[in-house]
């Protein structure tokens, strides 16, 4: 598939390696990183900002759902949107039903829309590459038509929840401890950098290795004895537990939900931005939550028109494909590996220039 | 395989100036949209603006003196989204905004004013408002219009004493004391469009709307004045954008019969498509009377409807005709012209405009320092605003609920343009929302009788 | 549950809409038979010629059929540039990079479409709209009759062309394998050209038909090929005419179910539908995969 040929895929190290130097270096730079997203961030982000990363955690989380099956399994799937829609509305319909504790309805939403997202998964067992990404774009069609027809639920009663009120809708609950904007960013960060934990653990242990040998070809794996079907269906359950308690983060979020938001066509540029991202790196689902919700908010904030990004979007899928199938995650630290050689070299150049007129 | 970047740099370079190349045609194209004042709209204009006979409003103080002190800031979020587009709100009250400041400002003091955009993402919504009120700290919030918006951001509005003019659409609007609108939203315009058909003698209404969230919100004064009137009703929704149109129009025009009237709530594009449809198949004659909401009241759909709904289409009004020949109409033509540069005349522009010339009223009126709390506190207090684009003074007050423009008109096409076909007509109170506002207004002292 | 004659008019906007569906479908087909690529922005491809049409009689004053005749060429064009640009380097990958690659364009014609011509609502009406003839109590245009003839006659025309002319089994050969297709001594290049011009031909004049049929706006025009591709889906990409068929079966479908009141909600689930079962229908023995060739 798309990926297994991709010439510059960056070699992951094996599992006995697992605390070698670099790793040790990379768990501090994100350790640092994250104390600062946790600790600095909120208090110094403003309101409108804390709500915008708010996003981009939940969506780096999709994001790493389409990034796992694509660049780990090689199936593209174009209905992750409405995976993430089921699982909205699964926490909306749990949260207003019952009061359970906010992190077991979390965790509930996401194994219901696992078992769902799997069901979604089931065709790519027998289809394959082209034929998988559009029956579940087709899938997303059809989800997207039974959420316009029903609604999200809203606090009514009976299956679906929904009812239509004069004034004002009963918003979905957030966690006791996380009522406001700030302490709800830092709540959804923790879950976030779970989910993240939860991908490297399948992808440095035995789920890993065998997603490796069918995206690089599925016969070798069947003889050396991997159960194809068993980690294809294991991948889109993974995936989709992701997206579904994306969801429900997105669900407590503003408390409101609405079709609007789970348009079929958001599959495509999800795509285009996991595909900008990085399919081969962790770090690529978060450049991809970056250039999904926080760009748009920075061209907002600079009075440029959203259009403008979709079609950054285009030009970026178009330049993945031809020359970086590793996306930014990969290119960017490169070019500015590169960048930086260039410069230094310029200061040298320029240096002795610079005492000379000085 | 990507060892030889060569290639790959002359096709990004292919692309780049052939996007170059599209970019310099579509300017060109853009160009003449631009001379033309925004389309056919801008062109009415002028003509209208010749004509005109009664001379315009002034902006604000009217004295031509540029205000040149601190800048007051105002607010506004609009819904803009590939087929959804409410920045006109926002952008002309920007423009009347710009012509006050022009003419002495706030008595010396300039508008600065600061729009949002959101696509329909309550999150969006949501932290565009934080970021007016928290961020810019912004003195009011006028000209606000989205899908969304009310329902996201009401309570907000309600804990921080924001007291906003805007154009409601979502039922939160309409529900909540910190939100006034200069229209009536689409539940009021659809009872009004009702009454239309009404008085056309129909025996079966049929009510077609976009399926979005508060369509069972919308349909409640339609279904509550049907069964006072003793009128059968269907009531439909259809997703959109909608693809198979003509086999829409046939289904209402099915539903509704020989002696039934059609009613569609829906944006101006999506109307058209059904009205279109209807006439491509000859299915105006096949009911006994149309009636469509606001949206439908521009001069674009009876010109792109060419005749075949001439006389046949009851358009509620929410505000005045375009070509008006009054006061503040030819005052919103010339603030168009002058300052609202790729805007076009019509409803949303209108609404826009009012919003702003209240406000500007209303902080003409502050005495002392004009900041957050006086600004809302005189938005609140508006009372008795006079102006030639409603049927009757809008007043914003302390109610628990707002609808100060509860009257309205009944135009249809005629040739390129809308005609009056009905002048001003109470909203009926078969309608609760309606009832409780009649009432509010009573006991205030403020009712005023309007047509027949 | 409405009567016989309540049904009968929803045949007959069954079938144009059915139409849309197979000319979006037949245009996405023809490119993928021959050149091993689908075409994800045919649509909006067409929706910008559509709206440059637009945009030249609106306010440029042209005249109706040069300007008809732009959208056409621009379809033409820009669907050749891309081939010409991007078509050798992709070509060695496998379809759904392709498929992918396409949906760049799609983007960067969708953004640009927005851009420029947001705001308002627009029409722009065929002359062929207006005209039209009673089948029993329903009026039909003349548009819709040529959608759905321009379907049959393109499915017709491209079966026999791939059929019995030497380019078009050059094409057949080029989809299946490009290197061997080059070493027989086909131009290749040239080949393939062709095969993006005429695509880009049909959605230029799909995209015209497409304004007067479903609407004219870019986003609907655009992500209206989601829905076309299921008769292309239930054709496994691979006949013209299951894709004309499916096409029209779509339609029909999903107009009969418009006044039906407990499904009309629903209706427009009618083509994902049919093509997920359909799809999995078809693979129910085995592993799908393309052009014959393992994946």
Redesign the interface.
């Known amino acids: ?2 990926v297994a ?1 991709a010439p510059t895929a960056p070699k992951r190290p094996s599992p006995l390696a697992r605390l070698d130097a670099g790793d040790r270096k990379r768990a501090v730079v994100i350790v640092v990183l994250l104390a600062f997203v946790l600790l600095a961030l909120p208090g110094w982000m403003s309101a409108y900002w804390t709500d915008v990363a708010t996003q981009v955690a939940i969506y780096s989380v999709v994001a790493l759902g389409l990034g796992l099956l694509m660049g780990r399994v090689g199936l ?1 799937s174009l209905g992750q949107i409405a995976v993430l829609a089921l699982g909205a509305w699964t926490f909306a319909r749990l949260s207003f039903a019952s009061g359970m504790p906010f992190p077991i309805v979390l965790l509930l939403s996401g194994l219901i829309t696992m078992v769902l997202g799997t069901l979604v998964g089931l ?1 790519a067992l ?6 998988l ?3 579940t ?3 997303a ?2 989800i997207a ?2 959420l ?2 029903t609604n999200f639920p809203n606090g009514g009663g009976g299956f679906l929840g929904h009812i239509e009120r004069d004034f004002g809708n009963d918003s979905v609950r957030r966690p006791a401890i996380a009522l406001t904007d700030s302490a709800y960013f830092r709540y959804t960060v923790i879950a976030c950098v779970l989910m993240f934990l939860l991908a490297l653990v399948h992808v440095r242990a035995k789920p890993g290795r065998a997603w490796a040998a069918i995206r690089q070809s599925e016969p070798a794996a069947l003889a050396a004895g991997v159960n194809i079907t068993l980690y294809k269906l294991w991948a889109f359950a993974l995936a989709s537990f992701m997206t579904g308690i994306a969801g429900g983060l997105m669900a407590a979020d503003v408390g409101q939900l609405f079709t609007f938001q789970f348009a ?2 958001q599959n ?2 999800l ?2 931005v996991v ?1 900008i991202g990085g399919i081969y790196s962790l770090w690529g689902a978060i450049v991809a939550g970056v250039f999904f919700k926080l760009i748009p908010a920075l061209l907002d904030n600079w009075g440029l ?1 959203a ?12 330049q993945v ?2 020359t970086a199938p590793a996306g930014l995650a990969y290119q960017f630290p490169r070019d500015m590996k590169r960048l930086g050689g260039l410069l230094v070299g310029l200061f040298r150049r320029a240096a002795p220039a610079g005492e000379r007129t000085s | ?1 990507r060892t030889n970047l060569g ?2 740099w002359t ?1 990004w370079i ?2 780049i100036v ?2 170059f190349g ?2 310099l045609f ?1 300017a060109a ?2 160009g ?2 631009d001379d ?1 004042g ?3 709209g801008g062109g009415g204009g002028e003509s209208f603006g010749g004509q005109a006979k009664t001379a315009a409003s002034k902006c604000g103080l009217g004295n031509k003196k540029p205000a040149t002190g601190e800048p007051i800031k105002i607010g506004a979020i609009n819904t ?1 989204q ?2 959804t ?1 409410f920045s ?1 709100i926002g952008r002309s009250a920007k423009a009347y905004f710009d012509c006050v400041n022009d003419n002495g400002g706030i008595n010396g003091r300039p508008v600065q004013m600061i729009l949002e955009t959101e696509a329909t993402d309550p999150a969006q919504a949501a932290a565009a408002a934080k970021k007016l009120v928290e961020t810019d700290k912004v003195a009011g919030l006028v000209g606000n219009s989205s899908i969304i918006e009310c329902a996201v951001n009401h309570k907000y509005y309600e804990a921080n004493d924001y007291y906003v003019i805007g154009a409601g659409i979502a039922p939160e609007c309409y529900g909540t004391s910190n939100f006034a609108s200069v229209n009536m939203g689409p539940r009021h315009s659809v009872t009004g469009a009702a009454q239309y058909l009404i008085r056309q003698d129909v025996d079966k209404m049929v009510l077609l709307q976009s ?1 979005v969230p508060g369509t069972e919100y919308i349909e409640g004064g339609f279904l509550a004045l049907a069964k006072q009137e003793g009128v059968d009703t269907e009531s ?2 259809e ?1 959109v ?8 129009a ?2 209402i025009v ?1 539903a509704a019969g020989q002696n039934g009237g059609v009613l569609l709530n829906f ?4 109307a ?2 059904i009205l ?1 449809a209807a006439a ?3 299915l105006e004659d096949r009911v006994k009377a149309w009636a469509c909401s606001t949206p439908c009241n521009t001069d ?2 009876a010109k ?1 409807l ?1 005749g075949a709904f001439d006389g046949k289409l009851g358009v509620n009004a929410e505000l005045n005709l375009i070509s008006a020949d009054e006061p503040d109409t030819n005052l919103y033509k010339e603030v168009l012209k002058q300052y609202g540069k ?1 805007i ?1 005349l ?1 409803s949303f522009s209108q609404m826009g405009f009012l919003d702003a010339r209240i406000a500007t009223e209303a902080m003409l009126g502050i005495k002392g320092d004009v900041n957050k709390e006086s600004v809302n506190e005189a938005l609140e207090g508006v009372k008795g605003f006079k102006t030639d684009l409603l049927c009757k003074p809008w007043y914003y007050g302390d109610g628990p609920l707002h609808i100060p423009n509860n009257t309205d008109r009944t135009v249809t096409p005629k040739g390129d343009t809308m005609v009056i076909k009905e002048d001003c007509f109470e909203v009926s109170d078969a309608d609760a929302p309606i009832k409780r506002v009649r009432d509010l207004e009573k006991k205030e002292g403020i009712y005023q009788p309007v047509g027949g | 549950m ?1 009567s016989w004659d ?1 049904f009968q ?2 045949i007959v ?2 079938l ?2 059915g139409g ?1 569906y197979a000319l979006s479908g037949v245009g996405m087909v023809v490119l993928y038979r021959t050149t091993g690529v ?1 075409n994800l922005a045919f649509g909006a491809v067409g929706a910008m010629g559509a709206l ?1 049409a637009w ?2 009689i ?3 004053g042209w005249g109706e059929y040069p300007a008809y005749l732009v959208c056409i060429l621009f379809g033409g064009v820009v669907t050749l ?1 891309y081939g010409v ?2 078509g050798p ?2 070509a ?6 392709k ?3 396409t ?10 479409m ?3 011509w ?6 722009m ?1 065929l002359p062929t ?2 005209e ?1 003839f009673e089948v029993g109590d ?2 039909v ?1 003349y548009t ?1 009759v040529i959608g759905v003839a321009f379907g049959i006659g393109v499915t017709l025309f491209t079966v026999a062309f791939l059929k019995f002319t030497k380019l078009g089994t050059a094409m057949r050969g080029l989809a299946n394998d490009r290197e061997i297709t080059a070493t027989l001594g086909v131009p290749v290049r040239w080949v393939e050209a062709s095969a993006w011009l005429v695509s880009g031909l049909l959605s230029g004049v799909s995209g015209l038909l497409l304004s007067n049929l ?2 004219l ?4 025009l ?3 090929v ?2 076309s ?2 008769a292309a ?1 239930i054709a496994r ?1 691979q006949s013209l005419v299951v894709t004309l068929i499916a096409g029209l079966v779509v ?1 029909l479908v ?2 009969m179910a ?2 039906i009141e407990s499904i ?3 209706r ?2 009618a ?3 049919l ?2 079962v359909a ?2 229908f078809l ?2 023995k ?5 052009s014959g060739r393992s ?1």
């Open positions: 598939m798309t040929e593209v065709p027998r289809m394959s590459g082209l034929y990404a559009l029956i774009l087709m899938l069609g059809a038509v039974v316009t027809a079929t066509s495509i540029e795509l285009a595909l028109p259009d403008l990004l979709t079609i950054l979007f285009g030009v970026g899928i178009l494909l031809l | 395989m290639p790959v096709r292919l692309v052939a996007a599209l970019s579509t194209c853009g003449d949209d033309n925004g389309g056919g803009k590939p087929g587009d006109e399926k439909l929704a997703p954008p909608i693809q198979d149109a003509n086999s829409v046939l289904r099915q944006t101006p594009p999506e058209l498509k279109q491509q198949q000859g674009f759909l792109a060419g790729g076009s019509g | 409405p309540e008019p929803f906007t069954g144009a809409l849309v689908l440059i945009q030249l609106n306010e440029s540039a640009a991007f380097p992709l060695g990958r496998d379809p759904l990079v498929a992918t690659a949906l760049g364009l799609a983007l960067i014609l969708l953004g640009a927005s851009w420029i947001s705001d308002k609502a627009r029409s009406i709209s207006t039209n329903v009026l245009n819709q479903v609407g706006d870019a986003a609907t655009t992500f209206l989601i829905s591709l299921a889906l990409l339609g999903s107009a418009t006044p009309s909600e629903y427009n689930m083509p994902f539908v093509a997920t799809l999995l693979s129910r085995g592993r799908i995969s393309l994946v």
